[in-house]
T-cell receptor, first 111, second 117 residues
Framework: SQQGEEDPQALSIQEGENATMNCSYK?????LQWYRQNPGRGLVHLIL?????REKHSGRLRVTLDTSKKSSSLLITASRAADTASYFC???????????FGGGTRVLVKP | DTGVSQNPRHKITKRGQNVTFRCDPI?????LYWYRQTLGQGPEFLTY????????KSRLLSDRFSAERPKGSFSTLEIQRTEQGDSAMYLC???????????????FGPGTRLTVL
């Protein structure tokens, strides 16, 4: 079963706007990783946030983690057309080493 | 380039044939993972190695699938007697264990797209 579940499934915004997507998971985790994927391509690692961290930034990306609610969010600020992609959250279970992905959020940034 | 590489990038085969994919991880990474991704879905875990030891296998990995990492470096994934349902993108990832800011970060290769006719 897939543990990371993203919401919304799809998001359409204008260039320059912010995009926010959420992730929920079910079990205890060591960390949670966010990835971007363009159609037909591999996954590009964006950010890893550990279970003892609450917020992390990388360029225009901001990730939060709330372990009490078992949820995370990814914010992309000042979006660009090149940000058009699918975004996946992937919790790393505390009991193992595998990532469990949801179906992703498909983001369309219109120029 | 020191990223994860996978070969071939595309494979078209007829049902019933055997196929083998190769993954070369980032050189200092001791962990290697295989995932499978179908269209419109997120990747699903198949199996994981630490050095040469295969430590976990998913129930998705039927007895037609076998993975090896003989010297703890590159890995191969073989599918015997392929079926049309095996058509997917097969992704390999690697990571390092231990200490450091990038520990546990899984870096993915470009994938091998398998089409079974």
């Amino acid at each position: 079963s897939q543990q990371g579940e993203e919401d919304p499934q799809a998001l359409s915004i204008q260039e320059g706007e912010n995009a926010t997507m959420n992730c929920s998971y079910k079990t205890s985790i060591n960390n949670l990783q966010w990835y971007r994927q363009n159609p037909g391509r591999g996954l590009v690692h964006l950010i890893l946030i550990r279970s003892n961290e609450r917020e992390k930034h990388s360029g225009r990306l901001r990730v939060t983690l709330d372990t009490s609610k078992k949820s995370s969010s990814l914010l992309i600020t000042a979006s660009r057309a090149a940000d058009t992609a699918s975004y996946f959250c992937a919790p790393l279970e505390a009991a193992g080493n595998k990532l469990t992905f949801g179906g992703g959020t498909r983001v369309l940034v219109k120029p | 380039d020191t990223g994860v590489s996978q070969n071939p990038r595309h494979k078209i085969t007829k049902r019933g044939q055997n196929v083998t994919f190769r993954c070369d991880p980032i050189s200092e990474h001791n962990r290697l993972y295989w995932y499978r991704q179908t269209l419109g879905q997120g990747p699903e875990f198949l199996t994981y190695f630490q050095n040469e030891a295969q430590l976990e296998k998913s129930r998705l990995l039927s007895d037609r699938f076998s993975a090896e990492r003989p010297k703890g470096s590159f890995s191969t994934l073989e599918i015997q007697r392929t079926e049309q349902g095996d058509s997917a993108m097969y992704l390999c990832a690697s990571s390092s264990s231990g200490r450091g800011a990038f520990t546990d970060t899984q870096y993915f290769g470009p994938g091998t797209r398998l089409t079974v006719l």
